[in-house]
C-alpha cells in the first residue's frame, strides 16, 4: 500500500525515466485520462495508455518533466508540473490532478496553460 504521494511520484518518475512499463502499471487497469472540463476520457484503460505514452517516450529522448508544487488532500493529488524535451512542444507547463486508491491512478484531468 503506497500513499496518494508516494504513487502521484513513481508515476513522475517513470515518466521521467521513460519507463513505459512502470509508467503503465501505476495506472489502474480502468485507468481514466481526461482534458480538464471535458467529459470524455482521451485515453482510457493501460493499453491505450501505453500506446499513447510510447510514442511521446520514444520521441522525446530529452523529456523531463519539473514538479513546481504539490498539493495532496485525502486521495487527490494535485501537481503543478513543466515539461521540457517534449517533441514538437517547446515548454509545456499544466496542472494534473490525479484519483489514486491504494496502488494506482484511477483517474487524472489535465489542465493545460
Do not use: C, W
Not at 22 to 47: C, D, M, R, W
Not at 75 to 104: C, M, P, Q, W
Request: a negative charge.
Amino acid at each position: 500500500m503506497m500513499s496518494p504521494e508516494e504513487i502521484a511520484q513513481k508515476q513522475l518518475d517513470a515518466y521521467n525515466n521513460r519507463d513505459i512499463d512502470s509508467f503503465v502499471a501505476i495506472h489502474h487497469p480502468n485507468v481514466q485520462l481526461y482534458s480538464f472540463s471535458e467529459t470524455v476520457p482521451f485515453a482510457q484503460g493501460q493499453k491505450q495508455i501505453r500506446t499513447i505514452y510510447s510514442e511521446i517516450f520514444e520521441n522525446s529522448p530529452q523529456l523531463h518533466s519539473r514538479l513546481i508544487h504539490r498539493i495532496v488532500l485525502g486521495n487527490k493529488v494535485i501537481d503543478h508540473e513543466e515539461i521540457t524535451g517534449r517533441k514538437g512542444v517547446d515548454v509545456l507547463e499544466f496542472i494534473a490532478i490525479y484519483e489514486v486508491n491504494d496502488t494506482s491512478i484511477l483517474k487524472a484531468h489535465f489542465i493545460r496553460k
